[in-house]
């Protein structure tokens, strides 16, 4: 077990888990206490350190037990029906919040960040600058860095089970471009960039366009511009396009948000930004 403020108590609990329910008050205690300290960003379901993504187990069980021990609750939330275990966050310092966007108690969002008309599911991570834009969802325990652009339709998977499993993790100053799906505990390292409609996947293939060099699977690289593409490959039944991720360059330090650049290479590339 990993570093981590959780009451070693929600162990204790999952380790018995199936005889747990709504109806029993001390664990349901427990459990919202737990859920309540990442709520408020005190405790992460995942954090980065050095290379690696480190895995706050406990924080995964305690959601994981939030969903057995809350009862269903009826509600409404900006005139829909909601039925729900889990209730939405209702306060949010320093973040602005637009409306149809909605986020899940048990996730948090820094001041200075935006959402949009969104979906920021429990376990979830915003930082501060991020926009999480329009119809753009950041699934469950998903990790999202400080200065962040999700655009449009964007989609970053969640990841509850195996407890151990490493979430999405979106670096400081990266750009998602429209519809592009990052998920299966794929990483997007610091002030890389994807073009539209790219898809990231833990299996996904890496290329460097100019070297033809492979690179880690289901990795954005640090500072790179990347967009979507296919490699052929041979089968009995003929050769087909396989999806992979194709990095055309790499940004210099301290163009990570230099918008214009990033647009020219794209349209350099016969890439629409």
Wanted: hydrophobic residues 45%; contains cysteine; aromatic residues 4%.
């Amino acid at each position: 077990m990993t570093d981590t403020t959780i009451d070693p108590v929600i162990d204790e609990l999952w380790e018995r888990r199936a005889a747990l329910g709504p109806d029993d008050e001390d664990a349901r205690a427990q459990v919202v206490a737990a859920v309540d300290l990442l709520d408020a960003g005190e405790a992460r379901v995942a954090r980065i350190e050095g290379d690696d993504v480190i895995v706050d187990e406990r924080a995964k069980r305690a959601i994981l037990l939030s969903f057995t021990v809350l009862p269903m609750v009826k509600g409404s939330h900006g005139g829909s029906f909601v039925h729900d275990r889990v209730p939405l966050k209702t306060i949010f310092p320093g973040v602005r919040v637009v409306a149809g966007a909605i986020a899940r108690w048990g996730s948090h969002v820094e001041p200075g960040a935006v959402l949009m008309p969104s979906f920021t599911n429990i376990g979830g991570y915003v930082g501060s600058g991020s926009m999480v834009d329009t119809w753009a969802t950041v699934g469950s325990c998903a990790q999202v860095g400080r200065n962040v652009h999700l655009s449009g339709g964007v989609g970053l998977g969640g990841v509850l089970e195996p407890p151990q499993a490493a979430p999405v993790v979106v670096e400081d100053d990266a750009f998602i471009g429209s519809r592009s799906m990052v998920v299966e505990g794929a990483r997007v390292r610091r002030g890389a960039k994807l073009g539209a409609g790219a898809v990231l996947t833990a299996s996904t293939r890496v290329f460097e366009a100019e070297t033809g060099a492979e690179l880690a699977r289901g990795v954005a690289p640090e500072r790179a511009i990347c967009v979507g593409s296919s490699r052929v490959r041979g089968f009995p039944g003929g050769d087909f396009g396989l999806p992979c991720l194709l990095v055309l360059r790499y940004l210099e330090p301290g163009q990570e948000h230099d918008k214009l650049a990033l647009n020219e290479v794209l349209r350099e590339h016969g890439v629409a930004p």
